[in-house]
C-alpha cells in the first residue's frame, strides 16, 4: 500500500458526517465515499466534503484501502462483517457491537482474517488524559463523573452504552484487570432505559472505582479523579486540564509536595483518533484500542445491566 490511503464512511449521520469532514481534510488520505440507506443524506454529506454517494457497501469496498463505521450499535456487526472478510481495515465506533455475544463473532473474525480494526473510544485521545498515562501506574481508587443535557440521540440505548462505556474503557486501561464485583443502582428519567446510573467497581488488585453517568442533567461535567501510589491527578475533560498533587522522590513533609495544574494541549480527540487510524492502516501502529478491549468493555456494560435489570428503582 502507498502512503495515500483510501477510506469509506458508512453511516452519514452526526458522527459519521464529522468522520467525513475530517478525512477530506486529512493529507495522504482519499474520501472515495460515503454509503448510508438514506441515499440522499449520504449524497449531501458527500457533497459537502468534495466526494461522492456510494449506492450500497458492496460498490464502496473494492474501492477503498479502510472504512469508518458510524451507524446505529445494533448494526455494527452486520456492517463490519463484510469489510472485513474482503480484508479492509476498519473504525468502529463505539461500542464494539449491541451484544457480547457479537463482540466475541467479531474478534473471532477479526483474527480469522488478521484484520486492522480500531474501536472508537475517542476520550482515550484526550490530551490530559494521555499526559495522565504518563504519570499513573499503581492506581487505588478512580471516580469519575460523566453527566450530560438531554439530547435525544442515542435513545436506543441506555446511558451505560451511551456515555457511561467510555469512562469503563478508560478505567480497564488504566487497572487492566476485569473487576471481581460489581454494584450498580440506576433509574429511567426521559427514556423507557437508564438514563442515569451510578456503578461500583472492585478490580482483584484491590483497585476501586466509582462512576456515575447522567444524560439527563443540566449542565455538562465530565471529570475523573484517580488516587494511586504516585499521588493524587485530576483530568477535566471539558477543559482539558490535568490536576496533580505528588510527593516528590525524597520528599517528607507536606510542604515537599509538588503541586501542579496542566491545561494540556493537542489535537481534539477525534482528530487524533483518525490520524491514528491512518496510521494503523498504514502498518505504522497497532490499533490503541483493540477488539479485545472494545469486548472487554461491553463485557462489563453487561455485568452492569445485570445488576441494574434488578435493581431499578
Keep these: 500500500m502507498t502512503n495515500n490511503i483510501r477510506v469509506g464512511v458508512v453511516g452519514a449521520g452526526y458522527l ?31 457533497g459537502e466534503v468534495g466526494s461522492i454517494g456510494a449506492f450500497s457497501m458492496e460498490e464502496l469496498i473494492p474501492k477503498i484501502d479502510a472504512v469508518s463505521i458510524a451507524v446505529p450499535t445494533s448494526l455494527h456487526y452486520e456492517v463490519a462483517e463484510p469489510f472485513i472478510k474482503a480484508g479492509k481495515a476498519l473504525l468502529i465506533e463505539k461500542p464494539i457491537t449491541s451484544t457480547v455475544q457479537q463482540a466475541r463473532n467479531l474478534v473471532d473474525l477479526v483474527d480469522a482474517h488478521a484484520s486492522k480494526v480500531l ?29 450530560s443535557k438531554f439530547t435525544g440521540r442515542a435513545t436506543d440505548v441506555d446511558v451505560i452504552t451511551d456515555l ?10 488504566i487497572v487492566d ?8 443502582v440506576g433509574s429511567p428519567v426521559i427514556t423507557e432505559r437508564t438514563d442515569i446510573a451510578n456503578v461500583r467497581l472492585q478490580f482483584p488488585c484491590g483497585a476501586v472505582a466509582n462512576v456515575t453517568a447522567s444524560r439527563v442533567s443540566q449542565k455538562q461535567f465530565r471529570r475523573m479523579r ?28 507536606i510542604d515537599d509536595l509538588k503541586i501542579e495544574n496542566e491545561h494540556v494541549t493537542g489535537e481534539r ?34 455485568m452492569i445491566q445485570k445488576q441494574l435489570s434488578g435493581l431499578q428503582i
Design 177 to 184: 484487570e476485569m473487576p471481581i464485583r460489581v454494584d450498580a
Design 269 to 302: 480527540p477525534l482528530q487524533a483518533e483518525l490520524t491514528h487510524f491512518a496510521s494503523v492502516v498504514r502498518g505504522e501502529v497497532l490499533p490503541k484500542v483493540t477488539v479485545t478491549q472494545g469486548l472487554r468493555a461491553l463485557e462489563v456494560v453487561e
Design 164 to 173: 457511561m462505556i467510555h469512562d469503563i474503557d478508560i478505567i480497564l486501561s
Design 16 to 46: 459519521g458526517s464529522i468522520h467525513a469532514r475530517i478525512y477530506s481534510e486529512m493529507s495522504n488520505v482519499e474520501l472515495v465515499g460515503i454509503y448510508d440507506i438514506d441515499a440522499s443524506l449520504a449524497a449531501s454529506v458527500a
Design 226 to 253: 484517580v488516587f494511586g501510589s504516585e499521588g493524587y491527578f485530576a483530568v477535566n475533560f471539558t477543559d482539558q486540564v490535568l490536576d496533580s498533587v505528588c510527593m516528590p522522590e525524597g520528599g517528607k513533609s
Design 119 to 147: 474501536i472508537g473510544h475517542v476520550e482515550r485521545y484526550a490530551p490530559a488524559l494521555l499526559a495522565l498515562d504518563e504519570k499513573i501506574s499503581n492506581p487505588r481508587f478512580i471516580e469519575v463523573h460523566r453527566l
